[in-house]
């Protein structure tokens, strides 16, 4: 068993930035991902349809910006954080072939509760940005 | 659609607001560390909190949990949307009179989720779902259309609330040139260029020149007085002879801003747009490149180049001198 370390409330200030993560948006990403989070429509699995949408190929699901998003907080605070909230505006869509940078910085604390709001943007390096929103985490507090 | 039209057309949509889409049903399987581990190999997350019972079993839960991103997963309909479409309910209605009326474009523009308590493997996710909202004809980038948005609540075999999420989605009347994108072909990935140069009758010459690596500045045949960019019309004697002298793209920096945010897709960033002072007396826009933006100042001694900045454009760039 790994020993894995949880961010204390207190640890984190306002400013704090979280590590960089790189997509690889692949045709296998995308279909792996849509099926994992039970999201069966066509345009994330089949290029004939999503072509007929006018996009290029098939394009990642919103469950799926959703849970890279939440994943990219996580990474950085450790397992004992509670995701509280997830807002999220959806841009330009991921297709394969693209790289998706996910930046984040923390931005606002909330001493009594316990949370913190980061600001999370996920940029793919063709269309730009693709996702943009808050993710709440409850992180432990004291010792 | 005229006005009448619209208000009859606005009427039958906003009575979908408070239907129901669904009552509070129960996901088709509880919630278990199969599916959990899929997705958590799918996403490439590690936590253990999702996936592995004997750290969990320490942690301050003592057991595993579902990652709150799969909220909604839970109560997918699975591979039948496929194999027969989606089950009618009061939103495919709702889509279905937005498509009859010209509104089929369709794109997700937001989703909130807040989760209030955690579920485990063992536990049942229940969800019901309203269409909430529907906004006033709205002109959007995309095109004219209405935002609607559903809310899903969920809940535990206990009753108690797991969560909730909003999601809106924009109906547009898709321009004319998206319909014909439509027909996209099974082409490569294309990489955006910049946004190309109007090219009309005073300035095209400019542009072509530019394009063989020259930057031209205008002259007046009668009166010497160079000018930029392009026009008709010299400013000093109102002749409208003129010739060009070539540009040695030495010059200075006289004012310059950078350009953050929104990022427009063919540029690189960092991207230092300034006024560029020239040798020759002309003002010209131009970006400064080859150096860290921080140390750009005004009066700053640039010298510049043209260069192939993508795969159609040719621009004078300038670097510090």
């Known amino acids: 068993m790994t020993d894995y370390k949880t961010l204390n409330y207190d640890e984190v200030s306002v400013g704090d930035k979280l590590p960089p993560q790189d997509i690889d948006i692949t045709t296998g990403l995308i279909v792996s991902t849509a099926l994992a989070t039970r999201d069966?429509?066509?345009?994330h699995h089949d290029k004939a349809v999503?072509?007929?949408?006018g996009l290029p190929d098939v394009f990642m699901n919103i469950l799926t910006s959703q849970s890279f998003m939440t994943r990219f907080t996580t990474d950085w605070s450790g397992p004992e954080a509670v995701v509280k909230s997830l807002d999220i505006r959806l841009g330009a869509p991921n297709v394969p072939g693209m790289v998706m940078t996910v930046?984040?910085?923390?931005?606002?604390k909330d001493d009594d509760a316990g949370i913190i709001d980061i600001e999370v943007v996920g940029e793919n390096n063709i269309w730009g940005m693709h996702m943009q929103g808050t993710v709440q985490l409850a992180l432990p507090k004291g010792a | 659609m005229n006005t009448e039209e619209q208000r009859t057309f606005e009427e039958l949509i906003y009575s979908y607001v408070g239907k129901q889409v669904c009552p509070r049903t129960a996901a088709k399987d509880a919630v278990n560390e199969a599916m959990i581990r899929h997705w958590a190999e799918a996403i490439g997350d590690r936590n253990p909190a999702y996936t592995d019972p004997e750290w969990a079993a320490q942690s301050s839960r003592g057991k595993t949990i579902a990652p709150p991103a799969m909220m909604y997963s839970w109560g997918q309909e699975g591979f039948p949307v496929v194999a027969q479409g989606r089950t009618p309910d009061a939103q495919s209605e709702l889509v279905e009179k937005f498509n009859e009326n010209g509104f089929f474009g369709t794109l997700g523009t937001n989703v909130k989720q807040e989760y209030f308590k955690e579920v485990s493997?063992?536990?049942?996710v229940y969800m019901e779902m309203v269409v909430d909202n529907i906004s006033e004809q709205k002109?959007?980038?995309r095109g004219i259309g209405y935002f609607f948005e559903t809310?899903?609540?969920?809940?535990?075999?206990?009753?108690?609330e797991i969560g909730t999420q909003r999601f809106r989605v924009l109906k547009f009347i898709p321009p004319a040139e998206q319909a014909a994108a439509t027909e996209s072909a099974d082409s490569a990935l294309e990489v955006p260029t910049r946004i190309a140069s109007p090219r009309g009758h005073d300035n095209k010459w400019w542009w072509d020149a530019c394009d063989e690596g020259k930057v031209l500045i205008q002259r007046c045949r009668d009166c010497q007085t160079l000018r930029h960019p392009p026009r008709p019309m010299c400013g000093e004697c109102q002749s409208m002879q003129w010739d060009s002298i070539e540009s040695a793209l030495a010059g200075e920096v006289l004012s310059f801003t950078e350009?953050?945010?929104p990022k427009i897709p063919g540029y690189q960033y960092p991207l230092i747009c300034a006024v560029i002072k020239l040798g020759e007396g002309t003002n010209l826009v131009a970006n400064v490149v080859g150096c860290e933006p921080e140390a750009v100042h005004i009066g700053m001694p640039v010298q510049g180049k043209v260069e192939q900045v993508d795969e159609k454009t040719m621009l004078p760039q300038f670097y510090p001198a």
């Open chain 1, 40 to 43: 069966y429509e066509p345009v």
């Open chain 1, 50 to 53: 999503a072509q007929a949408t």
């Open chain 1, 103 to 108: 930046t984040g910085e923390v931005k606002a």
């Open chain 2, 121 to 124: 493997p063992g536990d049942t």
């Open chain 2, 139 to 141: 002109a959007t980038a």
């Open chain 2, 151 to 160: 809310l899903a609540t969920f809940s535990d075999q206990h009753g108690d």
């Open chain 2, 259 to 261: 350009l953050h945010h």
